[in-house]
């Protein structure tokens, strides 16, 4: 399903807007048919979170789309709780990166390390970065995306945009970012406009 989720902006909220495509509606074959793999989705998350629904929308449409998803909120109301969800639900591989003030580049794309190869009068040194636990996962979670310095935020929205690594494609599906409202003040800071770009569903919860 190849759908753009755009954002809807009212009141300082951001509403997700999506349309339903009458071709995809199909028929019941039995009573022992099972409900739509969204729907059961959407009740798992209904399980996890109480209310949010507009986050439960966006976060399903974003994992359908294949599209990377923001959210925004004041602690507890239930976004990484949300977003820790997803990967279980979809039986994804995952990989969570919680940003600080201090995380490096290296914590993203992969430690350096040491490599020789020895030959018969030789012996060659060279660095080489072993990718971690990005490398390999479907759906990546991001908590607090907005206290991420920029020596780590650049070449990650580098490789949402470009779903590579170092040359190698990787398996990325969907990221989940959450970040803190603005009105926390000294907490974080606001990603600028050409940085949320790469997030196609953006929601702010409370």
Do not use: W
């Not at 999506?18 to 409900?35: C, G, I, L, N, Y």
């Not at 926390?184 to 919860?205: I, M, N, T, W, Y």
Request: hydrophobic content about 40%; charged content about 30%; aromatic content about 2%.
């Amino acid at each position: 399903l190849g759908v753009k989720c755009p954002t809807l902006r009212s009141g300082g909220n951001v509403h997700v807007a999506h349309r339903m495509d009458k071709r995809e509606a199909r028929p019941v074959q039995s009573p022992q048919t099972s409900r739509a793999p969204l729907a059961r989705a959407r009740e798992a998350l209904d399980r996890v979170v109480l209310g949010q629904e507009d986050a439960k929308t966006g976060l399903l449409l974003a994992l359908v789309a294949r599209e990377h998803a923001y959210l925004e909120g004041p602690p507890g109301c239930g976004k990484s709780a949300l977003a820790s969800a997803l990967p279980r639900i979809a039986g994804a591989s995952s990989a969570r990166i919680s940003f600080h003030r201090d995380t490096s580049a290296s914590e993203l794309l992969g430690e350096p390390h040491l490599r020789r190869e020895r030959r018969e009068t030789t012996e060659r040194v060279s660095f080489e970065r072993i990718p971690g636990a990005l490398a390999h996962a479907e759906i990546l979670l991001l908590d607090d995306l907005s206290r991420a310095p920029g020596e780590a935020l650049a070449p990650l929205l580098r490789i949402l945009s470009e779903r590579r690594l170092a040359g190698m494609k990787l398996p990325l599906e969907t990221a989940v970012a959450t970040a803190a409202s603005d009105e926390l003040e000294g907490h974080s800071d606001p990603l600028e406009p050409s940085q949320l770009d790469r997030f196609a569903v953006q929601l702010r919860v409370r």
